[in-house]
């Protein structure tokens, strides 16, 4: 059978050229070809749902210069801890490591060349539809709960908030134009029973999951519809030490369960162990282990990759 084309997800946006979850990396990744653009959702303390990756926010803005004091004990700046106001009056650098010095990836975008805001759900929403308007092509969307029991214990049920402004938005309307992922298997249980989430469900993952049975992804299977795994539970080497890489069979015991395969996140500059460059660690996911998609800080590589190797039938 011919394989299908893997979609292109650019992970918190084109993230490895400009700072992640800003409006302008999102413009740049569809710009760029990518398919689905990347949300992550938390929540401020007005309940206003805001794509930001991080419970808090002295990682990638200014908040300990704008509001100093408003640390809690942990010396940490919670989102959930400030309106919208005060978090639309926050400028976004790209990120640095969590003692707030050194730049995560030193070769990326520097600090204080450009001032970006937070945006809200709901203006990246309009965005997208803009740009699907304009471009005369559907961006999908690739939304993330974040911690959805730590925001219910804040009082905020992201994930009905979630789907209430899809909805609103008329999403259920083109199917394959949303997926809504989540590490939580319980909360994505709750969306597929309770909330009634009309979308594709995708469950997160992460490395520290070690190897996932074929039992444990047909459980999977009754209430999600793809995986989102680390790509290091899906090629890592065979041994410490060892020069050999191993594949896992996650992908194959996957879609014998009938779940769709993407892995995150595919770096140019954050190599898995082993791999040379992107291309080779592409060539591998895709065309030698057969993922559906990818999740991507550099949409433009990604795309060049399969256009490259799938050519339009
Ligand atoms: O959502 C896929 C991937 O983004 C999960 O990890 O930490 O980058 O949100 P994280
Ligand atoms: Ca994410």
């Not at 639309?88 to 990326?108: F, I, K, M, Q, W």
């Not at 939580?184 to 709750?190: F, G, H, I, M, T």
Request: net charge negative.
């Amino acid at each position: 059978m011919p394989r299908s084309r893997p979609i292109v997800i650019a992970h918190r946006g084109a993230s490895g050229y400009l700072p992640e979850h800003t409006l302008v990396s999102k413009a740049l990744a569809v710009g760029m070809g990518a398919d689905f653009i990347e949300q992550d959702v938390v929540a401020t303390r007005d309940a206003e749902l805001i794509v930001f990756h991080d419970l808090t926010l002295e990682c990638m803005t200014d908040v300990n210069e704008r509001f100093p004091g408003r640390a809690r004990a942990d010396g940490r700046y919670y989102c959930v801890d400030f309106s919208l106001a005060e978090i639309r009056s926050l400028r976004v650098s790209e990120r640095r490591r969590a003692d707030g010095t050194a730049p995560r990836y030193p070769d990326r975008f520097p600090k204080d060349a450009g001032h970006f805001p937070i945006p809200t759900l709901e203006e990246e929403v309009r965005f997208a539809n803009g740009l699907s308007r304009s471009t005369g092509r559907p961006i999908g969307l690739y939304p993330e709960i974040k911690d959805p029991e730590w925001h219910r214990e804040q009082g905020i049920d992201l994930s009905r908030k979630l789907v209430d402004m899809l909805v609103k938005h008329g999403y259920p309307a083109t199917p394959g134009q949303v997926f809504v992922q989540c590490f939580d298997p319980l909360e994505l249980q709750r969306l597929r029973t309770e909330l009634r989430c009309p979308f594709p469900l995708v469950q997160l993952i992460d490395k520290h999951a070690g190897s996932v049975s074929p039992d444990a992804l047909r459980q999977i299977a009754n209430y999600a519809d793809a995986i989102g795994p680390s790509i290091d539970l899906v090629c890592r080497r065979q041994q410490p030490g060892s020069a050999a890489l191993a594949y896992s069979s996650l992908i194959a015991d996957a879609h014998a369960a009938g779940l769709k395969v993407h892995p995150y996140t595919f770096r140019r500059d954050d190599l898995p162990e082993g791999f040379r460059d992107l291309t080779e660690l592409l060539d591998v996911v895709l065309l030698r282990l057969d993922a559906d998609g990818l999740f991507t800080d550099f949409p433009d590589l990604a795309k060049g990759f399969i256009d490259q190797r799938f050519p339009a039938r």
